[in-house]
């Protein structure tokens, strides 16, 4: 079977929270891939740092793989940790604000 390489995929197995780093004052991102079909970001948001509200056309899943961060959707908040997960409904107003540094996967499905 032969394999193929393309830019956006791992070489190898990694760690996904030591792919990315922390930047003070700052949200710095990683596509892991990206396909018509969908991407996968890693984030590493600084204490404090967020994104503003905004809808997207498609769901999309947020996993955190560290730290702390309080997601908005449609005016209500929640406080999510290391290890949990949320579904970003498609066409929601949604917003997000690092408590503390934080990282985590947004998975975003085109369909």
């Known amino acids: ?5 393309h830019v956006n995929e791992l070489p190898h197995a990694s760690k996904l929270v030591e792919m990315i780093d922390y930047q003070p004052g700052a949200v710095v991102s990683k596509t892991l891939i990206k396909k ?7 984030f590493a948001f ?3 740092e967020g994104l503003s509200e905004h809808t997207a056309p498609y769901d999309a899943l947020v996993q955190v793989i560290e730290g702390k961060t309080e997601i908005t959707i449609s005016s209500k908040s929640l406080e999510l940790g290391e290890g949990e997960m949320i579904i970003l409904p498609a066409n929601e107003p949604h917003a997000l604000r690092a408590t503390e540094k934080f ?3 947004l998975t975003m499905i085109r369909s």
Do not use: Q
């Open 1 to 5: 079977m032969k394999s193929s390489t």
């Open 36 to 42: 018509k079909t969908g991407t996968v970001t890693l």
């Open 103 to 105: 990282k985590m996967i």
């Open 46 to 48: 600084d204490g404090g």
